[in-house]
């Protein structure tokens, strides 16, 4: 039907009045003609294809060598996950579980525990996670997790996620994902904790104020 409904023709096939109509201006005709003969050399084509390469090699590179060559992230960058501690050293998450019922891709699996007497510099609240794991695979980096957290526990860092050979290997566990304790192992998040008053709980993002 050449790009054309005939209403008409689907309806009332034997109506005699033919009226044609077009669904959009887009349909294009494409009229197949012979090739003179330059064109059958078709070294015009492969010149102006190589043209084409030649120009592009003059270009700035769209890509970067990375890891050699690393590009600078949006301040916003939303990277791997740092559970964090406070200034005493002691993990601040307290396993409610908030993060794992905010995550789309319920990529988040936690086991709560007791803390037990002589543990009160290791853990701020009376409940840890004993496990804390996120699939990385599953994860989508939308930072729900971390503005669902009540306890300045959880924050997406600028850190990008290194690449691995093995699913297993994207299970990240608190061997991972908690910083470390001396100021070497402490990751900056403060370029996403700018984003949020900090006063009081839970923490409202400033940006709806
Ligand atoms: S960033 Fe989003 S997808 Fe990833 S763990 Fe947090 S809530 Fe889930
Ligand atoms: S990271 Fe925050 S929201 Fe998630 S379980 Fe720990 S305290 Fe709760």
């Known amino acids: 039907m050449h790009g054309l409904l005939s209403l008409n023709n689907l309806n009332t096939p034997n109506t ?18 012979d090739l003179n003969w330059l064109e059958k050399l078709y070294l015009p084509a492969i010149f102006s294809g190589l043209a084409i390469t030649i120009k592009h090699l003059f270009k700035k590179s769209a890509t970067v060598r990375y890891p050699e060559e690393k590009r600078e992230i949006a301040s916003v960058y939303r990277g791997q996950h740092v559970l964090k501690r406070d200034d005493k050293g002691r993990e601040n998450c307290t396993a409610c579980g908030l993060c794992a019922v905010a995550c789309p891709a319920e990529a988040i699996s936690i086991e709560a525990a007791e803390r037990k007497k002589g543990e ?11 496990k804390y794991e996120i699939n990385m695979l599953r994860c989508i980096y939308c930072g729900l997790c971390e503005d669902a957290c009540p306890k300045d ?4 860092s ?5 690449t691995a050979f093995t699913r297993g290997n994207f299970i990240y566990g608190k061997d991972i994902l908690v910083e470390g304790i001396d100021a070497s192992g402490r990751v900056d998040v403060s ?8 006063e009081g709980s839970p923490k409202q993002p400033l940006i709806n104020k």
């Open 191 to 198: 370029k996403r904790k700018k984003n949020y008053e900090m």
């Open 120 to 130: 009160e510099n290791l853990y701020r609240e009376e409940k840890y996670a004993a």
């Open 158 to 162: 600028d850190r990008i996620v290194p």
């Open 153 to 156: 526990a959880i924050y997406l």
């Open 16 to 33: 005699k009045t033919e009226s044609t109509m077009q669904l959009t201006n887009r349909s294009k005709v494409v009229v197949k003609h």
